[in-house]
Nanobody, 120 residues
Framework: VQLQASGGGLVQAGGSLRLSCAAS????????MGWFRQAPGKQRELVAT???????NYADSVKGRGTISRDNAKNTVYLQMNSLKPEDTAVYYC???????????????WGQGTQVTVSS
């Protein structure tokens, strides 16, 4: 199973970005999907998660500015970030809890990360 994240880049403060993360491989089903971020010198932190049924959860730091969504047919999760701030600068990682075709358990897989840089 591979998760491919894309959509990062350099944006000015107040701008917007839409991140995408597509899962591929031997996938039977996907439970929760999410976005995390890690700024230089800091620990990786939760940004948002979304369940298979569409229930969402957000970090306080992005509430009102971020929207997580998913397309189950495409095994893809999205993160729309608006009103970006310099403190949003980080590498953004996606993850997914995947059940593979031959397994009865869910395993968490991570994408490679995409850099988001917000200039002031």
């Amino acid at each position: 199973v591979q998760l491919q994240a894309s959509g990062g880049g350099l944006v000015q403060a107040g701008g917007s970005l839409r991140l995408s993360c597509a899962a591929s491989g031997s996938i039977f089903s996907i439970n929760a999907m999410g976005w995390f971020r890690q700024a230089p010198g800091k620990q990786r932190e939760l940004v948002a998660t979304i369940s298979s049924g569409g229930v969402t959860n957000y970090a306080d730091s992005v509430k009102g500015r971020g929207t997580i969504s998913r397309d189950n047919a495409k095994n893809t999760v999205y993160l729309q970030m608006n009103s970006l701030k310099p403190e949003d600068t980080a590498v953004y990682y996606c993850n997914a809890d995947v059940r593979r075709g031959y397994s009865s358990i869910y395993t968490t897989y991570w994408g490679q990360g995409t850099q988001v840089t917000v200039s002031s």
